[in-house]
């Protein structure tokens, strides 16, 4: 971490601020420059937060050198960590996975009907929301405890391991029983309770990133469900809210490979929230097959202009069916399968 | 709400939807053009979710006319609603409120402490957080219920209202019962399970602005707690994520007076945390009152520098005394008292 | 254009607006609401701008509902344009171009040198700037008129077509005799004097998109050329400009297959600028190639670290030509050749 | 400047880079850590730019410590600039300057009432477009150089200095001529050739940040014109781009506070463009007075619903001199005159 001093700080002030870093444990370097004193501070910095330094009023700003998460960094874990959810292994060299589904649970026969096509599709895992994060109070606002009964039903009848959102800490003992892979929305990115509480789960997470989260937010966010005890992270990017109003988000696909460099987690991608717009959906999970994503989350419904939610970014089977057959192609020409 | 279709879209698509939407409960024209045909919705549409409508394959883009919140308009509640905490009056022509205390409570000497001085400056009530939300776990935390009763000690030591923030609906007890107002902080601006619990408080509720929310999404997420039955909200914007990089947000005036114009609920801004430089917190607060906001929510340390969070943006008592001078002037240019 | 007035509006101001309205050679339909009237545009509407209108204190809010452009739109035009650079063909289903080589002309021997490696690396263009739009009037802006006779001659050496960047329309005469393709600039995206003159160039143009632009505002911009007489626009997604700090900027995949449908136009990606990072331009650009792009532009260096600018971002030859073969075999898995 | 190399670069390495920055003019200094070593560079830096050092493989990041400006910077240049328009001084502690007028020139007759009404309000300067940047090829694009003859009659018949943008280099002659104050649009701020032939006017310049411009961005583009040879800079922010869609754009007014404390330069604000909606500028214009705004721009139209340009952000007569009326209590309230 360098911290550098304001013009004209007197020698005390140093002084002081010197021995009050040294006392966090870290070593302290000095640079003196004719404008500006600079320390160099060296040894974990983790602990150390930039905005509490720059609180001194000597102090003209603190630049982080070191990443600020450990267990998530790939310096200190240089393997992939391959996650595996009821048996489907997710990351590393691993199958390319794909997630199909319709965006809410809307009863059992819905569920279990889908979760066939999507299975005759390709699909690894089924997708199924039963608790919706709405922005209306007024919207539908899932099937609740009956939509996760529905899902495990589905599972049940395909063998497709079920993925579903849990928006609250008081449902972790219903998702611990019946959810394999347990999915935290964009807008519980930092609900921080929520991330604890996660971390004392044994079912593995899939942590969607924030729509203004940076990639250094969101690699904390996981940091916190990994510090809680649970070491099973999939990350998911979704698309981050820009400017732009043709596209409901702005997929950012260069995550992919800066994620798999600074961490050793697995990344799929979800190019149904990220684009708003089915018709958009293809090009953009071909695009994250290429860049090296380890899996896609696609909305799947067989009548999407009677979809209780998301009908927009809902693929019908048939052109889910063809997405997959040409993402296997585009898998093989980057050397891994799907 | 208008509805506009593809062109070419053939008639019995045409006909089918116009009956979906006739069922809707809302009356449905028809404008037929050259190119395309729409359809213009008449009635109550805040059951209408425009991306349900857009997924139907014939329908070329939805446009939302009235705004899809009711209990929050101004339109159907002409009247300013003026909040009530523990005695402090909030919006419509009443003082400004000026809300002042530390980032995170410490401990009762420092919180009682606190409350004192920032009394002594002229706040109205005492902010401290309790349960903090912090980017790295490996940050403090808060103390927790100790600071919940450290918070409780200082107020019966001052008078002064106490302002805290919750961040879990396990606590809705622990604050109904020891807090005067309660914070749902930006991060949890869309935690709609969260909101829908304090809709069930009978204490006030300060909502911040999520960091990527637009106004609406944040009248929405008011609407929340309003439709779960608690009018008492305080809406709190405290600055938004841009490019920008030489302040920790972009603080955005212009939503007070637009806030007023489209709600009646009063709005407070957080100059510290929008800024992230306690240089530049007296700035934007007169800026603030001038634009007509209803109170201030600042952070005041007595040792910045020792602070355990935020003291980058905390004022000390005599800078924040003066800012109190400065907008007491301002207050009064603008016909207002504070 | 849908125009929707404010409650109330007084039968008087109604009929006014509709008969201004009239009068803009649209046809005005009228959708009478209990809280609002709306009034219906129907024509043709390009020469309309929502502000004016919106000028009226009883209007509420104005929607377009058909594009404001004309020349780059799909709809008018249905067939792919193909752009014929020097006899290399852009677009349509035309092999997907490779633009190579450095951010800077340095001098006739480095420029000729980079063209001979990129050629062999498989490139079909030369890129090099001579004239550089730099942040900072400290660092280096270009060679000028030399760096284009720089070009010229590894053009004469190579046979590859050059690309480089317009700046000034007192320049236009040297681009229309030396340079094969005038590249605007992201931070000239709206310099309409300087895309007016390119309007009137033989040459064709390959418009950068600005930081902060919308895909519509991108789209006029290359109207403005088109209407200024010059069809032959190549479209360059760049980067946009967000909140996050890990890359130079956020790349938007999802405009290719947007630029398609609303457009007839070619689009090529800049992976380098967009990400400012070398080592993400590879799975930004095979991810541009699945995604449909119809090129791509990438800085190339044989000496990055003593490039005179931007060397962080250049690629030597050999991970150039790396990439291209990898590029190849997934622009063969989505059936197009490279 | 702080250079971080990356872990385990090789000690060859190290010592090359070594080399090549002693070459550049500084002084570097080495703090070896356990994983990274760093330089930290002493002396002037404004001549290298980070992404050239962070060219070389084994540097992980590049972090400027010292301003990348210099002519423009309050440490250099501790005194305020007080710029003289004509006789109209802004900046300093001189008295808050108003400048209003229409967005279009509409004719000598219409600009010259409007310069008679705006200056009756208590308007210091008169503003007029005589040459537009218009989004649409098919909007009014200005009267040109006939606008600014219409300019210039309404000059003298009021006395007011005039304001109006300049567009293209090859109108310099025209703008030296005729006009007062020569500003820079948002869309023109890294037009780098036009800030260069500024550098080389008499007349003062009001540059305008763009819509996607750091802080940093804009002061180095007013450093651009500095560093040509023009000293009389106006900074003036008109709203930055962001998701937020009930606003043009989004008005940051803590860069107030934060320009003063980084350069001399006087800045004005330009609630017109920033909010885009004549019922939000006189709250924010009154903000920008409370935050220390040396000045004002504001669109005023007599028949803003007639207006050729922009009629939607664009006060009446009478509500321009209601605001001018409070805003003159605000400024005596924080110590100034308006």
Redesign the interface.
């Known amino acids: 971490m360098?911290v550098?001093l304001r013009?004209n700080t007197p020698q005390k002030e140093v002084e002081k601020l010197y021995k009050?870093l040294e006392e966090k444990n870290v070593?302290v370097?000095i640079?003196?420059?004719?404008?500006?004193n600079?320390f160099?501070l060296?040894?974990d910095t983790?602990?150390l937060?930039e905005?509490?330094i720059?609180?001194?009023?000597w102090v003209?700003?603190v630049?982080r050198?070191?990443a600020?998460y450990k267990l998530a960094n790939r310096?200190f874990h240089p393997e992939d960590t391959v996650v595996d959810v009821a048996g489907v292994k997710v990351g590393g060299n691993e199958k390319i996975v794909v997630i199909g589904g319709p965006c809410s649970v809307e009863g059992e026969e819905q569920i279990t009907r889908i979760a066939e096509e999507v299975k005759e599709c390709g699909a690894d895992m089924l997708r199924g929301g039963a608790y919706k994060?709405?922005?209306?109070?007024?919207?539908f606002?899932g099937l609740g405890y009956e939509g996760i009964l529905d899902l495990k039903a589905a599972r049940e009848k395909t063998g497709l391991p079920v993925v579903s959102e849990l928006?609250?800490?008081?449902k972790i003992d219903e998702f611990e029983e019946n959810v394999d892979l347990v999915q935290i929305g964009a807008?519980?990115m930092?609900?921080?309770?929520?991330l604890?509480a996660c971390g004392h789960m044994t079912k593995p997470v899939l942590l969607k990133r924030?729509?203004?989260s940076?990639?250094?937010?969101w690699i904390?966010s996981a940091?916190?469900i990994m510090?809680?005890g649970n070491p099973n992270v999939i990350l998911c990017e979704r698309g981050?809210?820009?400017?732009?109003?043709?596209?409901r988000n702005?997929?950012?696909?260069?995550v992919?490979?800066?994620i798999k460099?600074k961490t050793h987690l697995p990344i799929i991608i979800d190019p149904s929230h990220?684009?708003?717009d089915y018709?958009?959906v293809?090009?953009?999970s071909?695009?994250?097959?290429?860049?090296?994503a380890d899996g896609l989350i696609i909305e799947v419904h067989d009548h999407?202009?009677?979809?209780?939610?998301?009908?927009?970014?809902?693929l019908k089977p048939d052109r889910f069916e063809e997405l997959i057959r040409?993402a296997r192609?585009?898998a093989?020409?980057?050397g891994r399968t799907l």
């Not at 720059?54 to 009023?57: I, R, S």
């Open positions: 360098i550098t013009k009050y070593q370097n640079i003196r420059g004719e404008n500006f600079v160099g060296v040894g983790t602990h937060a905005r509490d720059l609180a001194n009023e003209e700003n630049r050198v070191a600020p310096m994060p709405r922005t209306s109070p007024y919207s606002q928006m609250s800490a008081d807008r519980n930092q609900n921080f309770d929520l604890k924030g729509m203004s940076t990639i250094e937010d904390m940091e916190y510090a809680s981050i809210r820009t400017f732009e109003t043709y596209t702005t997929m950012d696909l260069a992919i490979p800066l460099e990220a684009t708003g018709r958009l293809e090009a953009v071909l695009a994250a097959v290429a860049a090296g999407p202009s009677e979809a209780w939610s998301d009908g927009a970014q809902s040409k192609r585009v093989e020409a980057v």
